[in-house]
């Protein structure tokens, strides 16, 4: 088959995939299941082939990355109901500062709290930083919600254990302690400097509260106002998230407050640290047993899941780690299947020959690959309003080429990651939940949220562009 037969394909399958999830609702899923299928069939791949090949690329991917997500999550989720997110956010308020908070929080959701499910984490902290905004000074809600949609986004895509950085990882085989490290040193200085960016268009009336701000549900009825509820965390707790009477959740939140909050996240910062000493371990060239084992992301998180649980039976009792585990095989599934399919549609593609038509576009590109990579990824989350879905995609049609580009992949996964940040637009759950619990119009929202992750896109690609000077 020709390479514009075989591009033109590639095109039709990708556009029907998009054009099921938006337009149809299709499940992403389905969608990119139906595009694969499509591409294997429709370049001569034949029934047999490309079933096996979508087959095969499912499996590899959740080799690579199946446990990862599941432990990461899980661990999450066990955090989530021990209540030590909300108290986070008071320590870090009481520690910095409100004038501070914006930044403190921002670094906080972007790195360490990445095991966190994205929308629990909103719906956990944003009462309390919707409390806290007026303190921060002026356009307060505006700078919190930024900093919360920013870092939520960035950190999701950008930094291990975020499920969508380790898919990009394992799609494109960067080491995940490789890909830890490279993140962190892209998203804090794209969460502060991004941050500041929007912190000084609110100053100079990029702002304006009369238009951009509502009241904040309180005993309405709506999506936010139902989550706030069911999350336990408005000003005064009426219910358990299961119906628990107000005595037994009052008893609960004051054991939770007996176990140090620095306690609840040892489990979590030690996964972390033996990840990264893997890793610097490996690029250093000392590879001892010992090291490599405890080193490895799927013990590492192994070892933190397992630590958190012990330390969660003592703040909330066996049945609270239950109810955590529960929720956290719930949240899990989906984004499991996602990043399976994500595998599959980057076995077809490299199966189906594109990587080499590919490889020989960036070879003769006078635009800079990772520049490349990043608007591909842009459009697709512009098509698709999906940031982890959009870097996946984006991932899986790069995998092929990647060991041609003469660029470290963890550039690519990075880049990937950056361009699938563009444009968080009203398609994305994320918005509305921002929208809803931080009191913001629509209008307020696409500046928030819409802008100010775009800011942190363009902002993240300087980053890598950086990066790759060095390596």
Known sequence: MSDTAILINTA??????????????????IALIIGSIYLGLS????????????????????????????????????????????????????????KRLPYTMALAVSTALQTIFLDVLLVISAPLARRIAP??????????????????????????????????????????????????????????????????????????????????????????ARKLEAAGQDDKVSTGTNGT?????????????ETPLFLLFVPLLTSLVLIAGGAMSEMLGYEAGWIMLIGNPVVALLIGLIGTILVARSAVGQKGVDRGIASGFKESGQILLLTGVGGSLAATVSTAGLGDILGGFF?????????????????????????TLSGITAAGLLAPIAPTLGIDPVLIALAAGSGALFMV???????????????????????????GVSVASIVALGMVMILNIFI
């Open 12 to 29: 039709v399958a990708v556009l029907a995939a998009v054009l099921l999830i938006v337009r149809f609702k299709v499940n992403p899923v």
């Open 43 to 98: 370049t001569g791949l034949g029934v047999t082939k490309t079933i096996e090949t979508i087959t095969q690329g499912f499996g590899d991917i959740m080799v690579e990355v199946g446990l990862l997500v599941a432990f990461g999550v899980l661990m999450g989720s066990i955090l989530n109901e021990t209540g030590a997110i909300s108290r986070l956010v008071e320590h870090l308020l009481k520690t910095f500062g409100p």
């Open 135 to 224: 303190k921060i000074g002026q356009h307060g809600t505006a700078r919190i919600a930024t900093a919360m949609a920013i870092a939520g986004e960035v950190g999701i895509v950008l930094m291990v254990p975020g499920v969508g950085a380790v898919a990009l990882a394992g799609l494109l085989g960067v080491p995940f302690g490789k890909m830890m490290i490279f993140g962190f040193l892209v998203v804090v200085p794209t969460v502060l400097i991004s941050v500041a960016i929007m912190s000084f268009f609110f100053s100079r009336g990029f702002w304006k509260a009369e238009s951009d701000e509502q009241l904040v549900l309180g005993d309405e009825t709506g999506t936010g």
């Open 245 to 257: 009477a107000p005595a037994a959740v009052n008893v609960q939140t004051q054991q939770q407050r």
């Open 363 to 387: 070879s003769a590109s006078t635009v800079a690959p990772l520049v490349v990579v990043w608007g591909i990824a842009a459009l697709l989350h512009i098509a698709v309003g999906s940031v």
């Open 425 to 451: 637009h009203v398609t994305s759950n994320t918005f509305w939940l921002l929208q809803s619990l931080f009191g913001q119009t629509v209008r307020g929202a696409l500046k928030t949220v819409s802008v």
